[in-house]
């Protein structure tokens, strides 16, 4: 199950984060891809090449973010692997379930093939 690999510190930001700042917080956690939360809940993804093709145009994330991509905590490594690819990203949140949409954890790419190594 994915609730065994995932990571449970999740670095996350919300809605109102300025573009700028979420951009640094990437390139310091060196990752490229971030849940948008509001109250612990998933309300949306951002991505580093999203910011980066914004023209400028926008100041906060929830002006460029998409829609959340997510896994259960109750779903399978290959429902997890199949996130990854179908949208091009390395990490996907993981939520308690569809419905309340509590955020748990991440789990990356790198997790899944270090249990795949076990």
Do not use: W, Y
């Amino acid at each position: 199950m994915i609730s065994d690999l995932m990571e449970r510190h999740i670095v996350g930001v919300s809605r109102s984060a300025k573009i700028g700042s979420v951009l640094k917080l990437m390139q310091t956690s060196r990752v490229s891809v971030m849940p948008v939360l509001e109250d612990g809940h998933l309300v949306g993804m951002v991505t580093r090449k999203c910011i980066e093709t914004d023209n400028g145009s926008h100041s906060v994330i929830g002006d460029i973010m998409s829609k959340p991509i997510f896994v259960e905590e109750n779903d399978s490594h290959d429902k997890a692997v199949k996130e990854m690819i179908g949208h091009g990203i390395s990490r996907v949140p993981v939520v308690n379930n569809r419905k309340d949409m509590h955020c748990i954890g991440i789990i990356t790419s790198t997790d899944i093939v270090r249990e795949m190594r076990n």
